[in-house]
């Protein structure tokens, strides 16, 4: 076991996740081993079918591993009881979903304080912590809308109101970009970056590069493996006119 | 620069230097930061001498550079109109990668898996400052729309990235 367990917010290690039984069997998850550091953004992207849903699941503690480890903030999760492992679910991590999985019979305050009630906050306590995030996130005047007669854009971005709302160690999002335009998914990635930059831990798995490309770190994901890493951050490609062939 | 551009953000109105340059700056936002000031009027001293505009020098007869007004001749007005309705878009060189794939394997030069993988760290890099550079501008504004066309084009550049390692690897475990 490396050190990094205990410094790490999230830890895989020699994580194995099969599908099915025997000669049958499909290795969704063939041996991953990733360390995701407190406020690091992490990205994994891959073609569908590579596994990174079913990773994304496994850290999160909505799946169970064949084998191997999963840590989260230097505790030992995968082995746990299945009570233990729902408090987990319900107060350390939180998900962002593509589909955004709003409860269409609330309204969007109703949806976000769902996760801190659920976490144990009081109801003033979670009405107040959701209506500063709504505020935070531009859509304090949507508040009391019904899902339905939200934007595609907004809706994601109570999606992810709701999972800030219990204060988790870290934020998990599976395609949160998918179902959006390029003008909602440029309000994602500003809403990723603001959380970054408050010091949130975020993982996300998509297929979408632009996602991947504002990440501190990204992995490419093929057949269960994670195959390469980029590291992201630090120095730019210099003058963005290159890009445009302004320079001379 | 090229000049059928500059020449055509003088078709609005008579500008000075400074204001062709701010227009420019609008529509380019950061990607303009590279535009350099001496090289338009250099390109606005050509196009005088090719009777593609003239120039008036504004009250105060000082011969500084920014007192000048440029000003389209009529031969101006129809380059422009020609430009405009001229079809064209830029080539992107993909036979020199793919041809660099194909010499390092058959060469036996390089890992075209090793070469594919440092192309995409680049392309996501400029993706990245791409993005970031989107983020920073207002929902509409000229620039970024500018920046979206350029981050599209970065993904198709990296999804055929993605083929090229398929394809290559697939080569790899079949010979």
Known sequence: ?248 | MQQEVVLAMLAKEPSHGYQLRARLRDALGPLGEAMNAGHIYVTLTRLEKAGLLAVERSAGGADRPDRKVYTLTPDGQQRVAEWIAEVSWPRPDLAEFHLKLIAAASGGLADPLAIVDAQRRELLRRLRDTQLAAMAEPDGSNAALLLEGIALRLQADLRWLEACEKNWTKRRNGS
């Open chain 1, 1 to 248: 076991m490396s050190n990094a367990v205990g410094t790490s917010v999230l830890c895989a290690r020699g994580l194995h996740k099969r599908h099915g039984e025997g000669e049958g069997s499909v290795r969704a998850v063939d041996g991953v081993d990733l360390d995701i550091g407190a406020g690091e953004t992490v990205a994994v992207m891959g073609p569908s079918g590579c596994g990174k849903s079913t990773l994304l699941h496994l850290l999160g503690g909505l799946d169970r591993p064949s084998g191997g480890e999963v840590w989260l903030n230097g505790r030992r999760i995968d082995d746990i009881s299945e009570k233990a492992l729902a408090r987990v679910r319900r107060t350390d991590v939180s998900y962002v979903f593509q589909s955004f999985h709003l409860m269409e019979e609330l309204t969007a305050v109703e949806n976000v304080e769902m996760s801190a009630l659920l976490a144990g906050r009081s109801p003033r306590t979670a009405r107040r912590r959701a209506e500063e995030l709504l505020d935070r996130l531009g859509i304090a005047d949507r508040s009391k809308s019904l899902p339905s007669a939200l934007s595609g854009g907004q809706r994601q971005r109570v999606a992810v109101a709701r999972a800030l709302c219990n204060e988790p160690l870290v934020v998990l999002a599976d395609e949160p970009t998918g179902n959006l335009d390029s003008t909602a998914t440029l309000d994602v990635l500003r809403l990723f970056k603001d959380l970054h930059e408050s010091g949130q831990t975020l993982v996300v798995v998509t297929h979408d590069a632009r996602i991947a490309a504002t990440a501190d770190r990204m992995f490419s994901m093929r057949d269960g493996v994670l195959v390469d890493e980029t590291r992201l951050t630090g120095g730019t490609t210099g003058q963005l006119g290159a890009l445009i062939g302004l320079e001379d």
